[in-house]
Antibody, heavy 125, light 111 residues
Framework: QLQLQESGPGLVKPSETLSLTCTVS??????????WGWIRQPPGKGLEWIGS???????YYNPSLKSRVTISVDTSKNQFSLKLSSVTAADTAVYYC?????????????????WGQGTMVTVSS | QSALTQPPSASGSPGQSVTISCTGT?????????VSWYQQHPGKAPKLMIY???KRPSGVPDRFSGSKSGNTASLTVSGLQAEDEADYYC???????????FGGGTKLTVL
């Protein structure tokens, strides 16, 4: 059974870079059928898609965050990672990693069917 | 891209049906049949309930159904049960670079 687990610091200082890793277990991140995405949720607010990556390294980012976001993949470790630079208090949120349908306009396209439990990241000095 | 519009709240009594709307534009909801719905209980990760407007993942009860008309998608929960009380979010493919946009969420209360 595929599982995703986020890890990383729970506290980041303003202007610094937030770094999180998602470890995939019970399946291969190199499957051609899926993308791997990051979604966040500020306290008491809704969900926001941050970006997604394919095992080959192809990435897609939310235009509103694109200038600050880098998503990378390490197939040898079955992990993908998120870096968000120049963070402010507005970046305080629960960050989720999730599996997304990978084939363009195929099954589960633009849908996230398996999620990690989420990790809370607070931006504060 | 702007967030999709959902009503902040909805409610119904056990056994009744409730419909939650999700309004976008011709650039997202109206332009593609890639609308998804997620259920989120407090403190938990979202769970995919509907994808591609009306398809249900394995294990999701058929009490949950989805539809779309123009720029508005809808989630209907029939035969409401206490465990259906949760926040529900819609999302849509928004074209361009595989963009995904979410709605603001609807809190469903089972009276």
């Amino acid at each position: 059974q595929l599982q995703l687990q986020e890890s990383g610091p729970g506290l980041v200082k303003p202007s610094e870079t937030l770094s999180l890793t998602c470890t995939v277990s019970g399946g291969s991140i190199s499957s051609s059928s899926y993308y791997w995405g990051w979604i966040r949720q500020p306290p008491g607010k809704g969900l926001e898609w941050i970006g997604s990556i394919y095992y080959s390294g192809s990435t897609y980012y939310n235009p509103s965050l694109k200038s600050r976001v880098t998503i990378s993949v390490d197939t040898s470790k079955n992990q993908f990672s998120l870096k968000l630079s120049s963070v402010t208090a507005a970046d305080t949120a629960v960050y989720y990693c999730a599996r997304e349908g990978g084939e363009w306009f195929g099954e589960l396209f633009a849908a996230f069917d398996i999620w990690g439990q989420g990790t809370m990241v607070t931006v504060s000095s | 891209q702007s967030a999709l519009t959902q009503p902040p709240s909805a409610s119904g009594s056990p056994g009744q049906s409730v419909t939650i709307s999700c309004t976008g534009t011709s650039s997202d909801v109206g332009g593609y049949n890639y609308v998804s719905w997620y259920q989120q209980h407090p403190g938990k990760a979202p769970k995919l309930m509907i994808y591609e407007v009306s398809k249900r993942p394995s294990g999701v009860p058929d009490r949950f159904s989805g539809s779309k008309s123009g720029n508005t998608a809808s989630l209907t929960v029939s035969g409401l049960q206490a465990e259906d009380e949760a926040d529900y979010y819609c999302s849509s493919y928004a074209g361009s670079n595989k963009d995904v946009v979410f709605g603001g969420g609807t809190k469903l209360t089972v009276l």
